[in-house]
């Protein structure tokens, strides 16, 4: 059986390449000579899984947030937008085409298809009028420019010349720095990208409804477009350009790292809308802060935002190497911000973009997780890795741009508010950890005062919301592939290997509960087709031996440090979609440890073994603050209890949790107690109830229980396991803080503390060997960091870090790693 991807449409439906197949969406089945990538071993599968349509309709993801851009969200929509479907932007045709169409309506054929690229790229709008003018002299004569430039000549020792040589300064960098868009060389450019991309993708999907609005907002409105795309591989910045050019869509201004600065290959970048920003704005030789430097790309900025020219900026920084957004660097997004309140432009409009691979062209990062240096980019490595990629085929990619959103609604939404104060992480948790107080945790901060940006603490507080505020929604966004689901059932709910029918079977369930969760399919199909698909792009991961039993082949991730990296790459691509369900039965586990000890059925039915929501919610809030540095729980406009209560919500929905009523608890353990649905909609304390209550209204509280089903328990496991690698790699390093008896350089205390870790996986001490990737180990020593676990300090440029005076004492580093350790599986 060849492995067939299909794209969009229903489950039981395999169409030929159909780029428009209207609200059905994108069916796009495979070439059977260059697409049948699949071990033989798959081929002759003969149980199959019957399915019919998707029991859910698939959700239209991307709309902006209605509490923070409530006119946003209604001026771009209508009701038919959604209904648009999915198309390929990677299937061109002669039928695509309309220039020359008279000539070749007759002669459709070879020659037909071979001119259909060259044509849809020649009837492409870019022309030269579209892009920024005389930039480079506006900028040198901006004032905040001109203010900076006497600012750090009245520095210098030589006043006299000092003006001068630093004029050349700021003129040099930003010859270095500028982009020079070339719409012929943007059109050469997508010519080349449909040829590579059919070469190495299967489709590239987009959501025609979500386009329809960007280009309605490009052309309607007075306003610059600034794209914030996640970053998920060096193929984002040509992906996002690509697809605007084919849809008449002006290619953006794109702010890429001064690494990918090197000959050639800079030329190339710049004339595609690429300039280069220092990776650190700040960056010095000596440390301090540049003036010249920041004044000139805020100048630079303004200028490209005066034009009306489109920017796309990677809050990121950096790929991320977890397969999860990494933390937001605000830096170019505090310029835009400034831009806008100095009244230079009248609005923004920010369109978050949500990126999903099947496959990234990367293929993994195992080389970094593993310790290793980060190779530099050269034009040599570009080379080779394009010589790599036209050898495979890394499946299928889908974008999707959301609802762009007023920049200025949205800080005008702010003043209007009550800020959250922030409170670090060293407040919240640490009378928790140390003083024991489990249920004392912080579960939201307290209100602040009404602000304005020319307050420089709330300033930084709303661009920083703002900045999450954008990530969460390009992640909520972002579509999920085969192989995020795949990864994630062979890591945490069949890690000791499974039946391919069962495996076929728990991915149709497995994508029906992200359909539920209104989360997004980058694919569709039979899933047996789909589950083969991914199998073949994971093969490197996996291991498939035969029953000998009517053909049947068990599938299980290699044991091998590098595959299980590579797996949790993939399966962390759906890690946010769990995230509130995760923390709460983790939290449920801890409490259960806390009980007494069960030794029958009838007392496991008693109410020795019931939790109240109240402390439930509290306990999961800790773990969520704990947790901050791997993923964000909820948007800075939401409140944190309110996202972990209907956690608890849908848990008590599924069954997983039941609510502990008088007539349950007379029923004997023989008889099933526990609804399938909860029937009615569970409240709690409003914002405008009782302020000063703080929970504290007992008679609001209530008592769960956790089901003893099969089914429910594999759930609640498998909720829990998702969780595991990351807490065992928090408690090794717990572990490891009871040798550090001396300060070290921060350098060096992360080095050995990989070194430790990798050392307990490598040895099958460690019962999850991604706890010990590298990202991982990083975010440890941070999070330790802003806990007050660790203290640091600087000596001769160089971090030092060592144990607070808090955790000086053994008992409370045991604390520490008991804390820990209460919501973990080990």
């Known amino acids: 059986m060849d ?10 439906v395999l169409l030929a390449n159909n780029p428009d197949a209207g609200s059905g969406g994108l069916k796009h089945a495979c070439d059977e000579q260059d697409r049948s990538s699949s071990p033989s071993v798959f081929r002759s599968v003969t149980t199959k899984c019957k399915e019919g349509l998707l029991n859910r309709k698939r959700p239209f993801v991307g709309r902006c947030c209605h509490s923070c851009t409530p006119q946003s969200q209604e001026r771009l929509f209508n009701p038919s937008i959604p209904s648009l479907g999915l198309r390929n932007v990677i299937y061109i045709n002669e039928t695509h085409t309309s220039y020359f169409n008279f000539i070749l309506c007759r002669h459709r054929g070879w020659l037909a ?99 329809e609005m960007v280009k309605k907002a490009a052309s309607e409105y007075n306003a610059p477009l600034v794209f914030l795309p996640v970053h998920k591989s060096h193929i984002d910045y040509l992906l996002i350009t690509f697809i605007l050019f084919c849809h008449n869509i002006k290619a953006p201004h794109i702010a890429a790292g001064n690494n990918l600065n090197i000959p050639i290959l800079r030329t190339l970048i710049r ?35 005066r034009q009306q020219q489109f920017l796309e900026v990677y809050l990121e920084g950096t790929r991320s190497r977890s397969g999860k957004p990494s933390p937001a660097r605000a830096g170019m997004l505090s310029i835009v911000v400034d831009t806008l309140c100095t009244g230079s432009i009248p609005d923004v409009l920010i369109v978050p973009v949500g990126i999903s691979y099947d496959r990234i062209i990367e293929g ?133 290997g499974v039946l391919l029918s069962k495996l076929v079977e728990d991915f149709f369930n497995m994508k029906e509960e992200i359909l539920s969760r209104d989360f997004d399919l980058g694919f569709s ?114 409140t944190l209890y309110q996202v972990l209560h209907d956690a ?48 504290g209204d007992e008679q609001r509280d209530r008592y769960l229980k956790v089901s003893l089903s099969a089914e429910h328990q594999e759930f609640f496991v498998f909720l829990q396991r998702i969780l595991t690698p990351v807490l065992e790699a928090y408690s090794g390093a717990a572990i490891f803080i009871h ?49 007050g676990v660790l203290k640091e300090r600087k000596e001769g440029g160089v971090c030092h870090v060592e144990l607070s005076s808090a955790f000086l004492p053994q008992a409370n580093r045991n604390k520490l790693l008991q804390y820990i350790l209460g919501f973990s599986l080990l």
């Open 113 to 211: 298809r071979r001119l259909s690229y060259v044509l849809f790229v020649l009837e492409r709008d870019v022309h030269r009028d579209m892009f920024a003018r005389n930039v480079v002299e506006n900028v040198l004569n901006n004032s905040r420019l001109e203010s900076a430039i006497i600012e750090v000549a009245a520095e210098s020792e030589d006043d006299s010349k000092a003006d001068g040589k630093v004029r050349r300064k700021a003129r040099g960098f930003l010859q270095e720095m500028v982009a020079n868009i070339s719409p012929a060389f943007i059109r050469l450019t997508g010519w080349v990208l449909l040829k590579l991309f059919n070469g190495f993708f299967w489709s590239i999907q987009i959501h025609k409804g979500q386009l």
């Open 525 to 638: 199909g039979n899933s047996e087709d789909v589950v083969m698909h991914a199998l073949s792009l994971l093969g490197n991961c996996v291991n498939v031996t035969s029953t000998n039993k009517n053909s049947e082949f068990i599938i299980a991730p290699r044991s091998t440090v590098p595959a299980l990296f590579e797996l949790n790459f993939y399966s962390n691509g759906l890690f946010h979609v769990f995230i509130g369900d995760a923390i709460i039965a983790c939290t449920a586990l801890a409490l259960l440890k806390e009980q007494p000890a069960i030794t029958s059925a009838h007392e496991q039915s008693s109410s020795s073994t019931l939790l109240s929501q109240e402390r439930l919610i509290r306990r999961a809030a800790g773990l969520s603050h704990f947790l901050s540095n791997e993923v964000a729980v909820a948007m800075p406009c939401q």
């Open 3 to 12: 492995v067939c991807m299909v794209l969009g449409g229903p489950d039981n």
């Open 364 to 496: 993994n990062y195992n080389s970094e997780q593993l310790g290793r240096p980060k190779k530099n980019e050269s034009l040599w490595g570009v080379a080779c890795g394009v010589f790599r990629m036209l050898r495979k085929n890394y499946g299928c990619v889908r974008v999707d741009f959301t609802q762009p959103f007023s920049l200025k609604e949205y800080l005008d939404t702010q003043r209007s508010r009550h800020l959250q104060t922030t409170l670090t992480l060293e407040q919240v948790l640490l009378p928790t950890i140390i003083a024991a107080q489990p249920d004392h945790a912080v579960v939201n901060g307290e209100d602040g005062d009404h602000g304005d940006l020319t307050d420089e603490p709330w300033r930084r507080q709303v661009i920083a919301n703002l900045a999450k505020h954008v990530l969460f929604t390009a992640s909520k966004s972002s579509a999920i592939m085969s192989t995020h689901i795949v990864a994630c059932l062979l890591l945490y709910r069949h890690r000791e």
């Open 739 to 787: 040798g550090l008896s001396s300060p070290m350089s921060e350098r060096e205390y992360t080095q050995q503390l990989f070194k430790y870790l990798l050392t307990r996986t490598e040895r099958g001490l460690a019962a999850y060997g991604e706890s010990a990737t590298h990202y991982l180990v990083k975010n440890t020593v941070k999070t330790f960091k802003e806990l």
């Open 271 to 305: 004339k595609l809308g690429g300039f280069f920003i220092r990776r650190k704005l700040d960056e010095t030789s000596d440390g301090k802060k540049d003036v010249l430097y920041r004044s000139l790309l805020h100048a630079y900025t303004e200028e490209l935002l």
């Open 648 to 695: 608890v919500t849908r848990l008590i929905e599924y069954g997983v949790l039941i609510v502990a009523e008088e007539e349950q608890e007379e029923l004997s353990p023989s008889e099933e107690p526990w609804p399938k649905k909860f029937p009615e909609t569970l409240t709690w304390r409003s914002d405008e109830e009782d302020e000063d209550s703080d929970f």
